[in-house]
């Protein structure tokens, strides 16, 4: 089968022809239909040797949807799975054996510094590819009727905007409140819909394309601006009579992105951190930060989330703003993502379901 793989640190993916894999014991075989692309991806490909624990080579591929066509002698006692189902797989594969992992919370797994591997397509063999071996029924969530090209991004996108939604206090996440979400992307867009489907909340968004704020206000976001210099006064203004904001999702994570959010914050407010940027935050006190101030860094989210996104994008509560690829055309889609020139979520189909 061709599969896109990383075979050595510092060389770009390849699609190379690779054996399908027979599933043993627990494992369960996909044919894969869909595969989204990430900026974490790019961050892999760009790995230097040692950055990070995976061993080369691996194929790509960590937000993947398809269907069950052979399962393991072991994989599904009394018929819990059946070949032809269709699922999304819950990526975050941790060590299958702590009681994070045991609670399908991989994403915190306590052993995950052990490990060298973070997942599918994540140091194991991911779903840029024909096929995907899965180690266990409990990495699949069914889809029903759902497009691929909307499954797979709920579970990494979806799941991991959902989860830092669900990370807001119970407060401002049930009494409603104002949140800025800052970057308006693959995750960005997201969030705004699961913020606008599943809180009261008032919903304000800021990004540095004219492109993003359409799509924050088709998203079902409140209020949407570009960021400039007047940003922070912008959104005071707009934040009620507080003159200030309840909680920032920030998805870009730069130096500038986390210096507004700081700015726009309420005493008590909560700063969900996301974006991979670089920016930095001094924690001092005496310091500047609003009193009350609250930080958290969420990774990914839990199984369970999981099944809670595919039911909202099943219910059509919230919907992907997808651009597909044939895999024969991973680079080009890999150097839209790199160029920011993407519209939406790239998601890699088969050659043969391709428009
Ligand atoms: C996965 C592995 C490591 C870093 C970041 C990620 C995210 O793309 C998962 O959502
Ligand atoms: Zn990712
Ligand atoms: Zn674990």
Redesign the pocket.
């Given at each position: 089968m061709r599969a896109l793989r990383l075979l050595e640190w510092g060389r770009r993916p390849e699609l190379t022809e690779v054996e399908r894999p027979v599933p043993k014991g627990t494992e369960v075989l996909v044919r894969v239909e869909a595969a989204g692309l990430?900026r974490?991806d790019l961050h892999v490909a760009d790995s230097a040797p040692g950055d990070l624990p995976y061993r080369t080579p691996f194929t790509l591929g960590?937000e993947v949807a398809g269907r069950i066509t052979e399962l393991g002698p072991d994989a599904a006692p009394g018929g819990a799975a059946v070949a032809g189902e269709r699922v999304v797989l819950y990526g975050p594969w941790g060590c299958a054996e702590c009681e994070r992992c045991a609670a399908g919370r991989d994403n915190y797994c306590d052993r995950r510094n052990t490990l060298d591997w973070?997942?599918v397509g994540?140091g194991r063999d991911g779903g840029m590819a024909e096929y995907v071996l899965v180690p266990s029924t409990r990495y699949l969530v069914p889809i029903g009727g759902l497009p691929a090209s909307q499954a797979a991004p709920l579970s990494?996108a979806g799941l991991?905007s959902y989860h830092a939604v669900a990370g807001l206090s119970r407060s401002l996440r049930e009494g409603g409140g104002s949140v800025l979400v800052i970057g308006v992307g693959g995750l960005g867009h997201l969030a705004v819909q699961v913020l606008s489907a599943t809180t009261p909340c008032r919903v304000l968004a800021v990004d540095v394309r004219e492109a993003a704020l359409a799509l924050a206000q088709r998203s079902g976001a409140d209020f949407a601006t570009l960021i400039r210099p007047d940003t922070a006064d912008e959104l005071r203004a707009r934040a009620g009579h507080a003159r200030a904001l309840d909680a920032v999702l920030d998805f870009a994570g730069t130096e500038e992105t986390v210096e507004l959010a700081t700015r726009v914050l309420r005493p008590g407010g909560e700063l969900a951190l996301v974006g991979s940027g670089g920016g930095q935050l001094t924690v001092r006190k005496p310091g500047f930060l609003p009193p009350g101030f609250r930080l958290s860094l969420p990774f990914?989210g839990s199984r369970a989330e999981l099944a809670e996104v595919v039911a909202l994008a099943r219910s059509g509560a919230i919907r992907v703003e997808t651009e597909e690829f044939p895999l024969s055309a991973a680079a080009e889609a890999f150097g839209r993502l790199r160029a920011g020139r993407g519209r939406g979520r790239a998601v890699l189909v088969p050659d043969d379901a391709a428009s």
């Open positions: 990430c974490s960590h973070h997942g994540l990494d991991t990914w």
